[in-house]
């Protein structure tokens, strides 16, 4: 890789300059020059460029959702689609990163896990559009639950103590945050029996679509678990085959089920906000490139145990994004929400990293095999 040839040609010039110093005086010690740690190598740059990129494509999203009316959420996924093989295709082309080229039998194994994340990212973008971003983070905790607990049926897992502890924690942040929302909706417009009908109406959309992002979630990670046994599949190797598969999935229901009438175009992007919101677009897809390399970047550079601190750590400014870009009601129940559902995720890195530092007691003859829980820290944090 590109920062792998830097490091060696830095080590190369360093030890140049030293033999070239002692040959000058050998009669005293020399000291190699301090040179600064490149960013590339820091943690503090790797995780603040993660935590960085999700905000962004969190926040980009609900920009282009939030419009008035706006109902092709088919097309704005397929946009990103396209948008994210074009990017790294030129980025393979550029020799920045490697993947494998494309193969209609591997494709063949991965279309059903390209179907399942097509689930996930329509019905995340459903959630994403009736609900705020603060509940939104709060109600995909959940999903860790279900992983969790997926993993007990289909792959022997576990679940702690602590791990347990959490989950209740996740629970009660969602309850909080249901009712703050509900809370709000009654005070705000109360005075109008209809207005805060439709309200309610609305969040209650966006909750049954939480819930079935939720079991989207879960069935795409426990799916793509088992299926990239097969394949032996790599991040950027996920990365294509899961856009490039979902492409044609996508401008077929976006042709079928949406409706591209000129009046229904107008009203998704009206003239004023044309411009903004297909460079929103577009933007949003190349998030997605910031996310894969950025969480890569995290692994390479920083500890396991870092990496899922951060995981859990990453819903705070998620939520308080939306407190900061959008109208979401700023109360003492949705902080509260927030503040619960922050340590949940805490509670949870800190049972899986607990978890993961057990010895573990095999027989030599045995081939220890991957912990169907030691992976669900990336997975569901991730999700």
Request: aromatic content about 12%; overall charge positive; hydrophobic content about 45%.
């Amino acid at each position: 890789m590109a920062e792998d040839k830097k490091r060696d040609d830095y080590e190369a010039e360093s030890s140049h300059l030293m033999r070239e110093t002692k040959e000058f005086d050998t009669s005293s010690p020399v000291k190699a020059p301090h040179v600064p740690m490149s960013y590339t190598s820091s943690p503090i740059f790797a995780i603040l460029s993660y935590c960085g990129s999700s905000i962004l494509m969190t926040v980009t999203n609900k920009f282009v959702l939030s419009g008035l009316g706006f109902n092709l959420n088919f097309f704005l996924l397929c946009v990103q689609s396209i948008v994210c093989v074009v990017a790294i295709q030129t980025c393979k082309s550029l020799g920045i990163i490697n993947y494998r080229d494309f193969s209609t039998d591997e494709a063949k194994k991965w279309f059903p896990i390209s179907i399942l994340l097509i689930g996930m990212i329509y019905t995340s973008t459903k959630a994403l559009q009736f609900l705020s971003i603060p509940v939104y983070t709060i109600f995909k905790n959940l999903t860790i639950i279900l992983i969790a607990y997926g993993e007990v049926l289909w792959f022997g897992g576990s679940v702690s103590g602590m791990a347990l502890f959490s989950f209740g924690l996740m629970v009660f942040s969602s309850v909080i945050a249901a009712w703050a929302d509900i809370q709000h909706a009654l005070t705000n417009y109360g005075h109008s029996n209809r207005e805060a009908s439709d309200r309610i109406s609305t969040l209650n959309a966006g909750y049954i679509w939480m819930l079935v992002n939720c079991l989207c979630s879960a069935a795409y990670v426990l799916g793509m678990r088992k299926r990239i046994k097969l394949t032996n599949f790599k991040d950027y190797d996920t990365m294509f085959y899961n856009n490039l598969l979902s492409i044609p999935v996508l401008i077929a229901c976006s042709a079928f089920v949406e409706d591209w009438s000129a009046s229904n175009l107008n009203r998704n992007f009206p003239p004023d906000e044309r411009n903004r919101l297909i460079l929103a677009m577009i933007f949003s897809g190349l998030s997605s490139v910031f996310i894969s390399y950025t969480s890569a970047w995290c692994v390479r550079v920083a500890t396991s145990t870092t990496y899922s601190m951060v995981g859990a750590l990453n819903k705070l400014p998620i939520a308080i994004s939306g407190l900061v870009f959008f109208d979401a009601p700023v109360t003492f129940p949705s902080v509260s929400a927030i503040a619960v559902g922050f340590v949940s995720g805490l509670v949870y890195a800190f049972a899986k990293i607990k978890e993961s530092s057990k010895p573990k007691t095999i027989l030599p003859t045995t081939t220890q095999g991957i912990s169907a829980s030691s992976q669900s820290i990336r997975d569901g944090l991730k999700s």
